[in-house]
């Protein structure tokens, strides 16, 4: 049997794994196929045997799973959709995941804690508060009753949706921020999208960045505009007679700050490591392995996907830096407030 897995190994493996496996693999391998105490087909043996070919039946069983279900991506199981080997066991957590923040690593690495049917099931969940009325269908399956509810909510969905989560959001440079914004929408394949959807990603193809930035569109307000301040507090331009932060700035910096106050956890992009590192600490589970990285703007062009195009960054000009100061006045107090005057975790204070 061990001649036998020998000769078939480096072909085999090679087909299964998708990669020549070394000498160490292949008696790993050898080993696991000629073990009849185990009683499973030589081939699914030796596979279980090794550790490159244990990850990747785990990784055909989920690629089953979410097949089934209809769940499944087209690279496969998708990777922030929880995990089928894990069941969350503690306290009920909602992330308010404000774009262009390190949200998606954050949940790549947080949602592997979560067996796939504890995670909300938003199919919008990508559309900020003010432009998508949730569906009847998700209104009716009830989010406070999966233990993580996450998306571009603002935080009165969060607390309507699961009142009884801790709530938990990333902060980054709000300057930084934006422009990442900027970047990542203009870097979009125009042919992918629909323009009078996504509205916003059409504008930033179609429009410099001080045109962008200095636009008064109201619903382009809303996602350009003080972001924290109007996740944290629900006043948005869209819909109302005035733009409640241009008429009261102070009253709703206060505001987002006593809301700021409240979340269980704040942590930090440009520490995203230590953030989630610490925020492990406070849940009690195991911190990231490695650092935790997705949907970084500079490399999605790589992804075979097709969404995303190759684009030089666009010129800062004196005008521009104007209205990305004007654009997150508000948002930096927040910001320096989180990263400065109250050491991650706030919910430690």
Request: charged share 20%.
């Amino acid at each position: 049997m061990r001649l036998v897995a020998r000769l078939i190994a480096p072909i085999f493996l090679r087909l299964a794994l998708g990669r020549w496996v070394p000498p160490q693999g292949r008696a790993w391998f050898a080993d696991g196929f000629a073990d009849t105490a185990i009683t499973m087909p030589p081939l699914i043996r030796g596979l279980l045997a090794m550790p490159g070919g244990r990850q990747m039946l785990f990784h055909a069983a989920a690629y089953a799973w979410h097949q089934e279900r209809g769940t499944l991506d087209p690279a496969g199981p998708p990777d922030l959709g929880g995990n089928i080997y894990s069941a969350w066991t503690g306290p009920g957590l909602a992330f308010l995941h404000i774009e262009k923040c390190g949200g998606s690593a954050a949940m790549r690495w947080l949602g592997r804690h979560f067996h796939p049917e504890q995670i909300n099931p938003d199919d919008h969940r990508d559309l900020p508060p003010h432009l998508c009325h949730r569906t009847p269908e998700f209104l009716n399956v009830n989010p406070g009753r999966f233990p993580l509810v996450w998306g571009h909510y603002d935080l009165a969905t969060l607390r309507r949706f699961a009142p009884g989560h801790l709530v938990f959001t990333l902060l980054r440079d709000p300057r930084a921020r934006l422009l990442s914004l900027y970047q990542f929408w203009r870097s979009v394949e125009p042919s992918r999208i629909d323009p009078d959807l996504s509205f916003s990603v059409a504008l930033a193809h179609k429009l410099t960045m001080e045109e962008f930035f200095s636009s008064d569109d109201p619903m382009l307000l809303d996602l350009i505009d003080n972001i924290y301040t109007r996740r944290l507090t629900g006043l948005y331009a869209t819909g109302a007679a005035t733009d409640p932060l241009l008429t009261a700035p102070d009253q709703a910096l206060a505001q987002a700050i006593h809301a700021l106050d409240t979340l269980g956890f704040v942590g930090i992009t440009e520490r995203l490591d230590d953030s989630m590192a610490a925020f492990a600490r406070q849940l009690g589970i195991t911190p990231p392995a490695a650092s935790v990285r997705a949907n970084v703007t500079a490399e999605n062009a790589a992804d075979p996907s097709g969404w995303f195009r190759s684009i030089p960054p666009a010129e800062r000009t004196p005008a521009v830096e104007a209205a990305i100061n004007r654009r997150t006045a508000l948002d930096r107090a927040l910001y320096a407030r989180a990263s400065f005057e109250k050491p991650l975790p706030l919910a430690a204070q």
